[in-house]
Nanobody, 122 residues
């Protein structure tokens, strides 16, 4: 069973930046899709960004386009989420996940990390 470990969360002020990391305990196969999702208190988990491991093709939620960038280092089996120009609406627990389908749907991902808290103060 693959383990995904997120890190890099924290507290920042509006307009600040953070970079989240997600390290996989085992090799990420080329056919995999790695996604970032987030869940704010009282809300459902929502898609943030994803990347196809072999092509690097990515997709973003409209709410983060132009502010967040997903990237990967294949040799390190690690995926990153660079978050710029953060605002209080970005406050949530951020999760990385692994799946096969190029999908924004949480149920299409079968391995999840434990999450890392991001808090943006106004």
């Amino acid at each position: 069973q693959v383990q995904l470990t997120e890190s890099g969360g924290g507290m920042v002020q509006t307009g600040g930046s953070l970079t989240l990391s997600c390290a996989s305990s085992s090799r990420i196969y080329s056919s995999a899709v790695m996604g970032w999702f987030r869940q704010a208190p009282g809300k459902e988990r929502e898609f943030v960004a994803l990347i196809r491991w072999n092509t690097g093709r990515s997709n973003y939620a409209d709410s983060v386009k132009g502010r967040f960038t997903i990237s990967k280092v294949s040799s390190e089996n690690t995926v990153y989420l660079q978050m710029n120009n953060l605002n209080p609406g970005d406050t949530a627990v951020y999760y990385c996940a692994r799946g096969i389908q190029y999908s924004t749907v949480t149920s299409d991902y079968n391995s999840w990390g434990q999450g890392t808290q991001v808090t943006v103060s106004s």
